[in-house]
């Protein structure tokens, strides 16, 4: 979880990731964060997130981004 | 003879009363309603306002199907309408408020967001809607709106750090219809998929191409672009089969690799601009929706939306750069160097257009308009009028128009115009930074801000920008300095920093 925190905390500056559970519902992570977020957890933690990944419920928390990444057996 | 757009919208209604005219996720508007309702808020307009023509009224409301009628019952009344992005930071809105002082926000109870805008008459869409429409009041005001009068209003970056309200006339709508409609085509049977926000003038062409043709619009929603296979099936289901996108939206469904899973089948028009388009991307595209017809399209907001386009006839490589075309008929583009002669081929130049596409001015600022709205130095025995884009082009060996970059240190950034000098003038702001320069990572498609202060403070910085800026002008890179690098001027070394900082980053990776 930390690396994640990491991450966001790197590609999405001063945005605060905790404080939402819809964070793509509410447009507070817009479509080019998750094209850099997906490029940077995909790097990060060895995994192939596809179309069929996007959507709000996997990017919508941190905690939705952690379930997704250790879905698809992320290190 | 239509004169002004809400003939159009009259003409659209009188041939297809019970077909949809546009529909978001959650409602939709038939062309009969979506009359009533102009009609009706145009006569309210028109009361709250005492018979006023040619007033500003800030249309207030997120990108919803509500836009429509309040944009047609705006110009119904006499007056123009300013699309207001509702999410936008208290001080952008003061701001813009501040150019415009308009007497009245029209919102919907949809957005239950307290506006910093004091003075004015916030009135509700459902609120105006109750009014019974006035018939001869509304015919007396239709035949007074001349082609010249203004329709909208749109705010874009300004370099001073003050946005610009570039003010555009029916007469310059009805010209880009005109064109569109005969150059691709388009009739009662397009569907069109709207991707861009209505205060960013790529959208003008989708309402308005719709209402004049008779066709209908989808309004896809933001988080939409965030799940490409739901955006596709959506797209599908409405039967879409016209975008008019900006580029940074097709880059973005090419970066999430879409088209190897989902292809939208009804696709068969793809029209782009806003930034210039890598031909990698334009390739992705073509090659999973061969049946489709793209074409470029070239023109900021001060010539109504595009003056030049490229229909793609031909393979081009990754690498190369897409030509922006030639100029739409009823509109003049050339190339001037710095004596104001008329460049050759291949030499490069400052893109200027003249034509009835041309904005009225920029509100409320005689200087900025004087500046790049000028007299045609080709043509000095009677008035007419140039737009000086701050483009730069050349012709190219077949003809076409190509786009070489900007003149001066405005980007174009997720299909957004954004003067670096503004992003500069909102850090100057904040109380503990005292240098700032901002500078665009082009490779990594990145605003860089490098800024001088006693202390890092990376977080109380960029807090401090989101409350001045909108999302996609706050910088996503920050480097802090004791002391910025200076020149042998003592200016701020901003070819040194891109050295160190962006070149010497992107080496590394």
């Known amino acids: 979880m930390e690396k994640l925190l990491r991450i966001l905390e790197e590609n999405c500056p001063g945005i605060d990731v905790l404080g939402s559970d819809r964070l793509i519902d509410d447009e507070i992570l817009t479509s080019l964060d998750v094209v850099v977020l997906v490029g940077e957890l995909n790097d990060a933690f060895g995994v192939s997130i596809t179309v069929d990944d996007l959507v709000p419920e996997n990017f919508n928390s941190v905690q939705a981004m952690y379930d997704l990444i250790c879905r698809l057996g992320g290190k | ?509």
């Open chain 2, 1 to 509: 003879m239509v004169y002004n757009v809400t003939s159009c919208l009259d003409n659209s209604a009188g041939a297809y009363p019970d077909k949809i005219a546009a529909a978001d996720g959650q409602a939709a508007l038939t062309y009969g309603q979506l009359l009533d309702q102009a009609r009706r808020i145009g006569t309210a307009l028109a009361g709250r306002l005492d018979g006023a023509r040619g007033k500003p009224v800030f249309i207030c409301i997120g990108r919803w199907v509500e836009c429509l009628p309040a944009f047609f019952g705006t110009a119904a009344s006499g007056n123009f309408y300013v699309p207001i992005d509702p999410s936008l930071p208290d001080r952008r809105l003061a701001e813009i408020y501040a150019t415009m002082k308009p007497r009245v926000v029209v919102t919907t109870r949809r957005d239950t967001r307290p506006l910093p805008f004091p003075g004015a008459e916030i009135l509700s869409l459902e609120e105006l809607l109750l009014t019974p429409p006035d018939e001869p009041l509304l015919r007396r005001i239709g035949v007074e709106i001349t082609g010249e009068n203004p329709l909208y209003c749109i705010f874009t970056s300004g370099s001073t750090g003050v946005p610009k309200g570039v003010l555009v006339s029916h007469r310059s709508v009805l010209n880009m219809t005109e064109q569109f409609t005969e150059a691709f085509g388009l009739d009662h049977t397009a569907v069109f998929g709207n991707q861009a926000p209505f205060d960013f003038d790529v959208s003008v062409k989708d309402i308005y191409l719709t209402i004049r043709t008779g066709a209908r619009l989808e309004i896809l929603e933001k988080p939409l672009f965030s799940s490409p296979r739901r955006l596709i099936e959506r797209m599908d289901e409405r039967g879409v089969n016209t975008i008019i996108w900006s580029v940074s939206a097709m880059k973005i469904l090419s970066a999430l690799k879409t088209f190897e899973t989902v292809r939208p089948s009804h696709l068969r028009r793809v029209m782009f601009s806003g930034e210039a388009m890598p031909c990698k991307v334009l390739n992705d595209w073509m090659r999973h929706l061969p049946e489709a017809r793209f074409v470029n399209l070239y023109g900021p907001t001060e010539i109504t939306c595009n003056c030049a386009y490229y229909p793609v006839d031909r393979a081009f490589d990754d690498s190369e750069a897409l030509p922006i075309g030639g100029a739409f008929p009823n509109t003049q583009v050339f190339l001037l160097d710095g004596d104001r002669a008329v460049t050759g081929p291949g030499e490069p130049g400052e893109i200027c257009v003249a034509g009835t596409c041309l904005a009225l001015g920029y509100y409320n600022n005689p200087e900025r308009t004087a500046a790049v709205f000028c007299q045609n130095p080709l043509q000095t025995a009677w008035p007419e009028k140039i737009y000086r884009t701050g483009d730069l082009g050349s012709w190219n060996e077949r003809g076409e128009l190509m786009f070489l970059g900007r003149a001066d240190s405005q980007v174009k950034y997720m299909g957004f115009r954004i003067e670096l000098g503004e992003i500069e003038t909102a850090a100057n702001a904040v109380p503990f930074v005292s240098s700032a320069c901002c500078l665009f990572d082009a490779d990594r498609e990145q605003l860089c801000l490098f800024y001088q202060a006693e202390g890092q403070d990376d977080k109380g910085l960029i807090a401090a920008l989101r409350e001045a800026l909108p999302r996609f002008m706050v910088p996503a890179r920050l480097y802090w300095f004791e002391r910025l690098p200076e020149n042998r001027t003592g200016k701020i070394d901003r070819a040194a920093l891109r050295r160190d900082y962006i070149e010497q980053t992107i080496r590394r990776n």
